[in-house]
């Protein structure tokens, strides 16, 4: 096999769950760690790749190496801006992150009290609005395009309807109807989806899929 060289190459990587703001102390969010797309910085910077992370500041995952670029973000509408302002010049960009695909249609300023939304009038519901697609609102000339799938079920057919919807060069999906893979594990399963077609990678580390899926991008981008 080829060795991984990214060396030459500007890599941008999202990673973990967007939060969206309903008060000042609460928020939706979602199980993903940052793990998966942290691992996939690491190896591309152990590669020669220079690298810039767009990190949600939920994410539990695994440390950083040094000499990657780390941006901060928190909601869905953040990271859209950040990937946005990051993506030119880039050589390849992977859509790791887990998206919030809605948000609180408004946020209140002031913490919202108990006694404010009774049940006996009604109790509180929560309106929400659409966030937009990042990985499909991205300009794809000039990089090759990475994004994932999170699926419970029919998860190759889903990607590969992801791959045409979101103009991605590669879908890389995950069946997360398995706990032991997926958010937040140390491991993941997932399947790499071109217009090639699909290679189910085994089960491994998210460092193994990490390097598997550089791997796949170097020798497609070809
Ligand atoms: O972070 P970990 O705990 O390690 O878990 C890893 C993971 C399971 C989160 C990761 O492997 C994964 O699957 N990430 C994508 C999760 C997801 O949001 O999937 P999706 O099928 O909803 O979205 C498809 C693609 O569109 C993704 O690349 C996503 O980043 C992107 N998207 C989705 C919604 C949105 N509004 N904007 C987007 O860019």
């Known amino acids: ?9 500007r890599i941008l990587v999202s990673a973990g769950g967007t939060t969206e703001k309903l008060d000042p102390v609460r928020f ?16 591309a910077t152990l590669a020669g790749g220079q690298v810039t992370l767009v ?43 887990a998206v919030s695909d809605y948000r609180a249609a408004n946020q ?13 009038e009604g109790g509180l519901t929560l309106n929400l ?16 395009t990475v994004g994932f799938a999170a699926e419970t079920q029919d ?7 992801k791959l045409v919807k979101k103009g991605a060069d590669m879908i890389v999906a995950n069946d997360v109807s398995d706990q032991t893979i997926g958010f937040n594990s140390d491991e993941n399963q997932v399947t790499l989806v071109t217009t090639e077609g699909a290679i189910t990678l085994e ?20």
Do not use: C, W
């Open 1 to 9: 096999t080829e060795t991984l060289d990214l060396s030459g190459n």
């Open 28 to 43: 939706l969010t979602n199980r993903s760690s940052g793990k998966m797309g942290v691992a996939i910085a690491n190896v």
């Open 55 to 97: 990190q949600t500041n939920h994410a539990v995952g695994l440390p950083v190496l040094p000499g990657i670029k780390v941006i901060t973000v928190e909601s869905a509408q953040e990271l859209y801006d950040q990937m946005h302002a990051q993506v030119a010049d880039q050589d390849i960009v992977i859509m790791s992150a």
């Open 108 to 120: 209140a300023d002031q913490k919202m009290k108990k006694n404010q939304f009774s049940s006996d």
């Open 129 to 144: 609005v659409e966030n937009p697609d990042i990985l499909a609102s991205l300009p794809k000339e000039g990089h090759y």
């Open 155 to 161: 998860v190759i057919a889903y990607a590969e309807q």
């Open 203 to 222: 089960r491994q580390s998210k460092i193994g899929v990490a390097a598997n899926i550089l791997a796949a991008v170097q020798e497609h981008k070809k």
